[in-house]
């Protein structure tokens, strides 16, 4: 008997249209694995953060289905859409801190929402700032940090409460190289531990020698 791996995201026929002369995605077939580490590429406008707002519900299809575990989003009541976001952890080019707040409520605030004790709550956040390498710094504030810290936290947030996907939007696009390493080390952590990955990015070099699949949009059309 084969072992088929189920898919954890499937789009069928998406499009997804702003305004009458701006078609973002057209026709999108798509399914990813669970477990697997996709990289999204393609050219700046050519669609990538359409596809993925569109995996968070921040926009809805014109058109086709989308389904993101056991969760058909084209039928999602809004009423719905918090169970979402706890499957689906997202992570930005812009960090999206509260910057005047600690990186300890940074990433507490995603746990406090579900009703977690307080003493889980403060265990869990000083474990994940620890594996992202801030403990140190977990009572700064977050406009304190540099950009690659910032980013770790923004990691720190969108992975604790232990969502089986991760999207990542151009997360290293405002880090140095080295900086950009330690972000995709973190990714390859989480995937290793069987977190689904899809990772946008325009810059070629992070998947140059990847093993990984890696699918490209040009003007809202995937290409292989
Ligand atoms: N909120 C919006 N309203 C109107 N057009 C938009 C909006 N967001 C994106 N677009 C357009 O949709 C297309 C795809 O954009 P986007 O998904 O941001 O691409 P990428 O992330 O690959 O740069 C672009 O032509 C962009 O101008
Ligand atoms: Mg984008």
């Known amino acids: 008997m084969t072992y088929i791996d189920p898919a954890i995201v499937n789009f069928t026929d998406v499009s997804k249209r702003y305004t009458i002369e701006n078609l973002a995605l057209y026709k999108i077939n798509l399914e990813v694995k669970k477990g697997e580490f996709v990289f999204l590429t393609g050219p700046s406008g050519s669609g990538k953060s359409t596809l993925l707002k569109l995996l968070f519900c921040a926009e809805r299809p014109t058109e086709g289905e989308i389904r993101v575990d056991d969760m058909d989003l084209s039928t999602l009541s809004p009423s719905q859409i918090p169970a979402l976001r706890r499957k689906v ?7 999206k801190l509260l910057e005047q707040h600690s990186v300890f409520d940074n990433v507490a605030l995603s746990l406090e929402v579900l009703g977690l004790k307080k003493t889980q709550v403060e265990k869990r956040v000083r474990e994940i700032i620890t594996n992202v390498g801030l403990i140190g710094k977990i009572d700064r504030k977050a406009i304190q940090l540099s950009g690659g810290e910032q980013q770790r936290v923004a990691i720190a947030r969108a992975v604790v409460n232990r969502p089986p996907i991760i999207l990542a939007d151009e997360p290293t696009g405002n880090l140095d190289r080295d900086r950009t390493m330690e972000v995709m080390g973190l990714m390859e952590e989480l995937n290793a531990r069987g977190t689904t990955i899809i990772f ?16 490209k949009l040009e003007d809202g059309r995937l290409v292989r």
Request: net charge negative.
């Open 200 to 215: 946008a990015t325009h810059d070629e070099k992070l998947f140059e020698n990847t093993h990984r699949r890696v699918i």
């Open 89 to 95: 952890g997202v992570i930005f080019q812009d960090f």
